[in-house]
């Protein structure tokens, strides 16, 4: 039972450690680096952190399941030169480059409604992300978990009392579309 728990941690350092290096990257990293339409290739790695155990688990079955099942090449992400953000051709909202990272703020009926950020680096060509998904399985009135999601995920514990969802993380590999 201790083992999720070990290897969650090591995977918050891991992350943490990203984030650091993308500060790094970023600065140095031309910002048109990015410009261009990406493909989906594959999952490389997932991680849930949540206070219980048993919601952890069930967080990072269902990463698992849903990412190893997209094919490569199932979307698409475009970067232009003017700074739009397109996902599958559709135009989603506008990208800036912050001290750490990729921000991209979508825009829905004249009004700012979700703004994250893609924490990115280029390895040998390829676009790498990691994206959380926390919110994914959060209450859409608060940080905690939503709790008719964890059941569905066959979470059975713990559910009577506030969970906070801390991170769903997937670091995810693209190629450039020549």
């Not at 219980?52 to 190893?68: F, G, Q, S």
């Not at 953000?85 to 004249?110: A, C, Q, R």
């Amino acid at each position: 039972m201790k083992k999720p728990i070990i290897l969650s941690s090591i995977f918050l350092l891991m992350i943490s450690s990203v984030f650091i290096s993308c500060n790094d990257d970023i600065k140095d990293m031309p910002q048109n680096t990015i410009i261009g339409k990406w493909q989906y290739s594959h999952l490389i790695e997932y991680s849930a952190d949540a206070k219980y155990e048993e919601t952890v688990e069930a967080i990072n079955k269902d990463l698992k399941n849903r990412w190893e099942r997209v094919e490569a090449g199932a979307f698409t992400y475009d970067f232009t030169s003017d700074k739009k953000y397109l996902y599958n051709n559709e135009f989603k909202g506008m990208y800036t480059f912050t001290g750490s990272g990729l921000v991209i703020t979508n825009k829905e009926n004249d009004k700012y409604v979700d703004e994250g950020s893609l924490q990115f680096s280029i390895v040998d060509e390829q676009l790498i992300v990691l994206h959380n998904l926390a919110s994914e399985y959060r209450d859409e009135n608060n940080q905690y978990a939503n709790i008719e999601l964890l059941k569905s995920l066959g979470v059975t514990i713990s559910l009577d009392i506030t969970q906070p969802i801390y991170g769903a993380w997937v670091k995810l590999s693209f190629t450039k579309v020549k």
